[in-house]
């Protein structure tokens, strides 16, 4: 773990990432404290510029944008992390699978998956969150199923790998359970780059959030950056910190996520391509 | 400046507002509108027009030429104005066809195909004289076996209000090529005010008949009598017309061609218009937000006129069959709660009134509105509605809250949802924790009027030319239809309503006729089974070298024969 | 040598291959999404009425029966199937015209928006990831990372505004929207220079994002070619640094952007709904965005139709490209 980290504080960039993305995170986690009435109170005059008694404004209705900042780091966050984890766990699963066990297992999986990467993906995802109506766990759900397929083929590279390395055939002749190999023996094997393309996944599930909240596809009762974006951009002459604002959010925050994912990338393993 | 002064084009195309119409009244206008307009004003003898003239700086003769670029927003899914009546579509397809009438901005009718016509004194013989020598665009002569097909065989038959319109019309008779007699069982005032080519447009029956309407080939190359050719329709990009050169009001239009563009994201929209790219947007294709700071450009004009024949309301509706709105305390109590300044400054920034009830303040006119009505905007109204929620057997609780619900915000766009977190907060102040529900337009239509699967929504309603057409449909026991949408969706009802619309829609004679439609406004006001919120005023955004540029209470769903652009 | 030759001789077969695997994959994704669109509320007799601001139950009913809405499901969607066999996309009852007409208008538009895109994005991504390999681990290479990171990390209709703001309405150098001057109606050469003057924003606003893909990914397979074997052989042959870059490493170093790319076409497709939406360019996004909220079934499914076939050719296209950048590879 020390090795890891000192590996990974060797890149400078990848460090302040992390800074920033932990401020991201302890905002999220600590800040609505400050802010109990929620980030649709109507606080005050509406467009208050920034510094005029709030720190960053207040909005076309007269609501705080730092709370709505706050608010929005939370569903930005929970959008992207739980997107992902379920991205990778059906990714993992069907990529997994499919390289263990091959043939034709492998055959159909794999199909599975073509079709899923040839179905252009944020279409899909604007059909899912349409049709479910739009909500925290439609945008996460539809999100998820998009992104699912990378990773699954990620880790079916690496199953196969694995497979045929000499300590699995020798495990398999033990006669171990196939979950037992799977989840004991190759699994942690494959980690590594699982978390780097993970990481990165985090960044591209907000991006996806923002493009959905600008076609107003988002919960209504969820602040998140990409709404307050959307919401703003009809006021970019009157009050363009309204959009500037949370949109610096996003940029920023992915760009910690990205710079996150390159340290991981060379800190796990210098050999590994860089996407 | 008054209505009066704002119709008269500098041409004097829409001639003088406000007197009693007459056959005689009619073919007056229909003089001026031929372009005997040097007379004109001399006959009309109105001082008006010169006062508008020196304050406009107007203008001398119109100058022919030049393409006029609109952006229509969205883009409209047919141009089959005769059988869709999406409100994009009545933007453009008023180009190509043309109706019977027009309307001056008192909604008062006006000639346009037809010459001039009478109304028997019971109501139930209307003769229309037609215009001669008019031809469609493919050179066939326009008669009245043309409107005899167009009001029986397509507007009464496939028209989405046609039904509603001519509901009356037992016939149209056709004694010579040139006169349509409209033979109907009972008076129907409202029908004068249906007969413009945006709501009832006059279609060639030698393309139509029998054919299939839906998918006759000119539903989408529209042929019509009006002042401008349909060219090409390039989806996503643009519809183009061209001068009809042999259009029947000589000498119109002014210009060579109309342009109608589609873009979808509204800055980009604001863009084009600042840049010069777009003359002209109109039905709010420019944000609110926009329109208030253009209209101090000196290059732009923006105005809330031509739309005095939509009159929209913003409504919220509730769910009279479910618990606890079936309680009127409690529909009461949120409209008292409900701050309309608030929400006409600061969600439509500013282009609204307050509503008081189902008809709207336009038809104060005509003398159909009142404001006698139960008033929810007073100052205490907060206190009021508190008290009468605790009335209603819904105190506070123990957390400060009184009960739970769902808020579905119709699916508009961006004001409608600023709207619900606008009433979403309100509520909260009540004590009543609501959650948003937004979802798109065919779930959300569903949902309301099919399923009533729903608690209070916001949603948008046209009162149109006259409450019959525009108002009944809420109202009215017999218009809880599940599976139409714009109906009585909060499925309210009244016997004493029923009978007072029932008799004002019959009504010939227009003083009792009112009276009636004010007792009904004393009734649902009280009732509150819909909040009106505010009557909504669209904007127009256009090029100030464009003149008569809004000249109709259609507005832009006019054919634009008169207007031209100045050098 | 012979493995070439033996490759390229077979490679019309390898082609019949593939697009006869396509074919199933093709048929799930129009039942996947036609089932997925039924669970959808609504219909579009529900829309037209709406839009329309009322209608009786007559005309509902009429328009559901002409639709083809009234029968069961299974039974419309044997009929879309049957009707995709024969090459027959179906009807959009909405806009009254084959649902093939409406696409085919699209596909232009979205051809060259996405065309432009891949060649703007791939050789900038190439040139600029060339030029931060060369200058590995020195301040340029840093700059380059966060130019490249950050056009990646700024949501796209954050730039498409931005550039309209600075570029159409500031300096006015640019068209705000649309894809070419209607009101003059230009023709000949004088219409595809309109056109490239309003492709220039949107397709500058979509490269940005997928250059900086590209730029990392070029940047990440160069330092990884310069250290495989056979560039140290080729040095040892005494071949100059310069002939090896070229010849060599960059060679093999395009092969990943070029995969990537041809992976990327869907999410391209999908992307440039919101490039579309901002510049008001008529491609198939916007299209089939609209068509969702239409509830223009045959659209819809035609366009995820039509373009799940553009990404199969598409990876088509960068396997052929494959076998002629690397002749080692041999199409299978």
Redesign the interface.
């Known amino acids: 773990m020390k090795a890891f980290w000192n590996r990974f504080s060797r890149s400078r960039?990848a460090v302040v990432g992390l800074a920033f993305f932990a401020l991201v995170v302890i905002v999220a986690l600590a800040g609505p404290r400050f802010f109990p009435g929620g980030p649709?109170?109507?606080v005050a005059k509406?467009f208050l510029a920034p510094g005029d008694g709030y720190l960053f404004g207040t909005d076309?209705?007269?609501r705080d944008v730092t709370a709505g900042l706050v608010y929005g780091a939370r569903t930005s966050l929970v959008i992207g992390l739980t997107s992902t984890a379920i991205a990778i766990l059906i990714g993992a699963l069907v990529g997994g699978i499919a390289g263990y066990y091959g043939r034709w297992v492998d055959e159909a999986l794999m199909?599975w998956t073509?079709?899923f990467?040839?179905?252009?993906?944020?279409?899909?995802?604007?059909?899912?969150v349409?049709?479910l109506?739009?909500s925290v766990k439609s945008v996460i759900f539809a999100i998820a199923v998009v992104s699912w397929p990378?990773m699954s083929r990620l880790v079916r590279g690496e199953f196969m790998a694995m497979r045929s390395r000499e300590f699995v055939e020798a495990c398999i002749g033990m006669g171990m359970s196939d979950a037992r190999v799977i989840f004991v023996h190759i699994l942690p094997n494959c980690l590594s780059p699982v978390i780097v393309t993970g990481s990165l996944m985090v960044?591209t599930a907000i991006?996806t959030e923002?493009?959905l909240s600008?076609?107003?596809l988002s919960d209504?009762?969820l602040m998140s950056w990409?709404f307050m974006?959307?919401?703003g951009?009809?006021?970019?002459?009157?009050a363009p910190w309204l959009?500037a604002i949370p949109?610096a959010a996003?940029?920023?925050t992915?760009?910690a996520i990205?710079?996150i994912g390159?340290g991981l990338s060379d800190a796990l393993n210098p050999?590994l391509?860089?996407? | 400046m008054t209505d009066r002064e704002e119709v008269r084009g500098s041409d004097g195309v829409v001639s003088d507002a406000g007197d009693e119409e007459s056959f005689e009244a009619g073919r007056r206008r229909f003089i001026q509108a031929t372009g005997l307009l040097g007379i004109s004003a001399g006959i009309a003898g109105l001082p008006l027009e010169s006062v508008w003239a020196a304050e406009e700086g107007s203008v001398g003769a119109p100058k022919k030429g030049g393409t006029l670029v609109m952006v229509v927003q969205p883009e409209p899914p047919t141009l089959a104005s005769y059988n869709n009546t999406s409100g994009p579509i009545g933007q453009v397809a008023p180009k190509v066809y043309d109706g019977l009438l027009e309307y001056d901005m008192k909604l008062n009718p006006i000639p346009s195909l037809a010459k001039s016509w009478t109304e028997s004194p019971d109501g139930k013989t209307v003769t229309f004289k037609l215009e001669e020598g008019v031809r469609f665009h493919d050179g066939k002569p326009f008669t009245s076996a043309d409107v005899q097909y167009s009001i029986m065989e397509v507007l009464k038959k496939v028209h989405p209000r046609g039904p509603t319109n001519f509901q009356e019309v037992v016939a149209v008779d056709t004694p010579d090529a040139h006169t349509a007699v409209f033979r109907l069982k009972n008076a129907a005032p409202y029908m004068m005010k249906a007969l413009s080519a945006y709501e009832s447009p006059m279609v060639p029956k030698h393309l139509f008949e029998g054919t299939d309407l839906h998918n006759n080939p000119y539903a989408n190359k529209p042929i019509g009598t009006g002042p401008f050719k349909f060219v090409e329709w390039q989806r996503g990009q643009y519809m183009r017309f061209d001068r009809n050169p042999d259009y029947w009001r000589k000498g119109k239009p002014y210009f060579d061609r109309v342009v109608a563009r589609f873009i979808g994201e509204a800055q980009t929209r604001t863009a084009a218009v600042e840049r010069g790219e777009v003359a002209y947007a109109a039905y709010n294709a420019l944000p609110n937000v926009d329109a208030k700071r253009l209209s101090k450009s000196s290059t732009l004009v923006v105005t809330t006129k031509g739309y005095e024949m939509d009159a929209p309301i913003v409504e919220l509706e509730f769910n009279t069959k479910r618990k606890p709105f079936d309680n009127q305390k409690v529909r009461q109590a949120i409209a008292y709660a409900i701050d309309r300044k608030f929400v006409i400054d600061n969600i439509w920034f500013g282009y609204g009134k307050p509503a008081t009830g189902p008809i709207s303040s336009n038809f104060r006119g005509t003398g159909l509105y009142t404001d006698d009505v139960l008033r929810y905007d007073v100052p205490n109204r907060m206190e009021i509605a508190n008290k009468l929620l605790d009335e209603a057997g819904y105190p506070r609780k123990g957390d400060g809250t009184r009960f739970e619900m769902v808020h579905d915000i119709t699916p508009y766009g961006e004001e409608w949802r600023r709207f619900g977190e606008y009433v979403q907060q309100v509520l909260q102040q009540l004590g009543i924790k609501a959650t948003l529900r937004y979802e798109d337009v065919p779930t959300w239509i569903r949902r309301i009027y099919t399923n009533y699967d729903y608690d209070m929504t916001s949603d948008w309603l046209k009162t149109f030319g006259d409450p019959v057409i525009g108002v009944q449909r809420q109202y009215w026991s017999k218009a809880i239809r599940p599976g139409t949408p714009w109906v009585n969706g909060t499925r309210w009802t009244s016997p004493k309503v029923d009978e007072l619309l029932e008799a004002a829609a019959v009504e010939a004679d227009p003083k009792k006729r009112n009276e009636l439609y004010h007792e009904f406004q004393k009734i649902v006001v009280e009732a509150s089974q819909i909040i009106w919120v505010m009557e909504l005023e669209f904007t127009t955004v256009y090029n100030r070298k464009l003149q008569n540029a809004v000249v109709s209470p259609l507005g832009v769903n006019t054919s634009f024969d008169g207007a031209w652009m100045k050098a | 040598m012979s493995g070439r030759l033996t490759g390229r001789s077979r490679w019309p077969l390898f082609v019949l291959r593939r697009l006869l695997q396509a074919v199933p994959t093709l048929l799930v994704i129009a039942v996947l999404n036609f089932g997925i669109i039924q669970l959808a509320p609504g219909d579009a007799a529900d829309v037209l009425a709406g839009e329309a601001g009322g209608a009786t139950p007559e005309y509902m009913a009429q328009l559901r029966h002409e639709f083809g809405l009234d029968r069961p499901k299974y039974v419309q969607l044997a009929k879309y199937v049957g009707n995709l066999f024969r090459f027959d996309l179906g009807y959009s009852f909405r806009d009254g015209m084959t649902v093939r007409d409406l696409i085919l208008q699209r596909l232009g538009p979205t051809l060259l928006l996405m065309g432009t895109t891949i060649v703007v994005s791939i050789g900038l991504g190439v040139l600029l990831g060339l030029a931060a390999a060369a200058n590995a681990k020195t301040w340029r290479d840093d700059l380059l990372t966060v130019v490249s990171l950050l056009s990646y990390a700024t949501p796209l209709f954050w730039v498409g505004l931005m550039l309209i703001e600075v570029f159409s309405l500031k300096l006015g150098w640019f068209p705000t929207s649309g894809m070419e001057t209607v009101a003059a109606f230009y023709e000949g050469w004088d219409r595809v220079v309109d056109i490239a003057y309003h492709l220039v924003l949107p397709a500058l606003t979509l490269s940005l994002f997928y250059m900086a893909l590209y730029t990392r990914l070029m940047r990440a397979a160069m330092l990884e070619q310069w250290g495989m074997d056979y560039v140290t052989t080729a040095r040892a042959k005494g071949l100059t640094e310069r002939r090896i870059a070229f010849r060599h490493v960059l060679r093999n170093a395009v092969l990943p952007v070029v995969t990537m790319a041809g992976v990327q076409i869907g999410a391209l497709l999908g992307g440039s709904v919101v490039v579309e939406t901002v510049f008001g360019w008529p491609g198939m996004g916007l299209l089939a965005f609209q068509s969702l909220f239409a509830r223009d079934v045959n659209l819809l499914l035609g366009i995820f139709f039509i373009s799940a076939c553009l990404v199969v050719a598409v990876n088509l296209v960068v396997d052929l490209v494959y076998f002629v950048l690397d002749p080692r590879i041999e199409v299978r």
């Open positions: 960039s649709f109170q109507l509406p076309m209705l007269g199909r073509e079709i990467q040839t179905i252009p993906f944020f279409i899909f995802a604007i059909l899912l349409a049709v109506a739009p990378p960044a991006l923002s493009a600008f076609l107003g209504p009762n990409g974006v959307g919401a951009r009809e006021f970019l002459q009157r959009c949109g996003i940029l920023l992915v760009l990205n710079l390159e050999r391509r860089q996407l």
